[in-house]
């Protein structure tokens, strides 16, 4: 049956969804696209971006050494040296922690913007970059679809939404480390074993603020697994918009990805009426807008587990294509063509 499915997918969305289906269920380290470096910022002519980790307070437990501490926050022990630099002021020797001392964790790096040569996609009130390569169109299985979004080789796609700034969004935002508990409770709830190994992140560059947060997505057919990807949601807030993409990849860095494409977002307000300054006249969206607790924020979750249970439905031959599926398959046509004309496609 598993072998029969395999095949009705790869004439359903082409054979690049044989390495997702073949692969072992599990998630693998990729060496980062766009890795972000720590340390001081470099002279020269290179663009990059700064992004600066949202602090936060940690007490020292008995046995804690620095190194230790770094590894659980940031996975990386050798670190550590941040929590000397960030803490001098309390730290009265750089090798003497103790039971009970708060420290402050909150790390500050770098991203080289190698894409910005290229250009990227540039929309007068915005712009981005995208990596190199990546075409943008439509992106659609079932009724999960996105009439903006970039496509790169193999499994990898990021959905966007680019729309006005709602106080919801930025509410969600502010408080984002029970935000996070809350968006882990809801995967648990409402899919299981579906939803692995939860990453959250949250940055700041200067006044505008970055959340990330990935997660391994379980694609399954009668409750057989058929293979994972990992995917990744990211929300940058601007002073009058909001940006969101929804990544998924298979042997490839997503979270590196989205956090560049995110990070490398811009407003272009200047010059502008403020009163009437709006983006939502581009008639972007990302389908379905399942409901969920998180105010503001795309239920990226209902969206990946949509996009790949048609894909998986459709092959088995359990999911036909309907006459809403054809209406919706005309409207995206329709608003990728008014998107094209934006862009000069």
Not at 233 to 241: D, P, R, V
Not at 260 to 287: Q, R
Request: hydrophobic share 35%; proline share 3%.
């Amino acid at each position: 049956m598993e072998l029969e499915v395999l095949k009705r997918i790869l004439s359903v969305w082409g054979s690049v969804l044989l390495s997702v289906l073949w692969m072992p269920v599990c998630a693998q380290a990729q060496d980062s696209v766009y890795p972000m470096i720590y340390g001081r910022v470099p002279e020269g002519d290179e663009p990059v971006m700064e992004l600066s980790e949202a602090e936060e307070v940690y007490t020292v437990l008995p046995g804690d050494s620095l190194w230790s501490i770094a590894e659980k926050f940031w996975g990386d022990g050798s670190r550590y040296e941040e929590i000397i630099f960030i803490n001098q002021e309390v730290m009265q020797s750089p090798d003497l922690i103790y039971p009970g001392m708060d420290l402050k964790m909150a790390g500050k790096g770098y991203i080289v913007r190698e894409e910005a040569r290229y250009g990227g996609v540039q929309m007068g009130k915005y712009s981005l970059d995208t990596p190199y390569g990546w075409t943008l169109g439509t992106l659609s299985s079932g009724d999960a679809f996105s009439n903006f979004a970039l496509s790169g080789q193999g499994i990898r796609k990021v959905a966007c939404l680019i729309q006005d700034k709602k106080k919801e969004s930025a509410e969600s935002v502010e408080n984002w480390e029970e935000c996070a508990h809350r968006i882990e409770q809801y995967a648990w709830e409402n899919y299981g074993d579906q939803v692995s190994d939860l990453v959250f992140s949250h940055y700041l560059m200067g006044e505008e603020e970055l959340v990330l947060y990935s997660f391994t997505y379980q694609m399954k057919l009668d409750g057989t697994l058929l293979g994972s990807v990992r995917a990744c949601a990211g929300m940058k807030l601007t002073e009058h918009i909001q940006a969101e993409f929804i990544g998924f990849a298979r042997n490839y860095d997503i979270e590196g990805c989205v956090r560049y494409i995110t990070a490398s977002f811009e407003e272009h307000s200047d010059g502008e009426d403020l009163e009437k300054f709006t983006v939502n006249d581009s008639n972007m969206m990302i389908a379905p807008e399942t409901e969920w607790e998180i105010g503001g924020m795309v239920n990226s979750f209902a969206w990946v587990d949509e996009f790949f249970s048609s894909l998986v439905q459709e092959a088995a031959g359990s999911r036909p294509e309907s006459e809403e599926t054809d209406k919706k398959q005309e409207l995206i046509e329709r608003m990728s063509r008014r998107a094209g004309r934006r862009t000069g496609e």
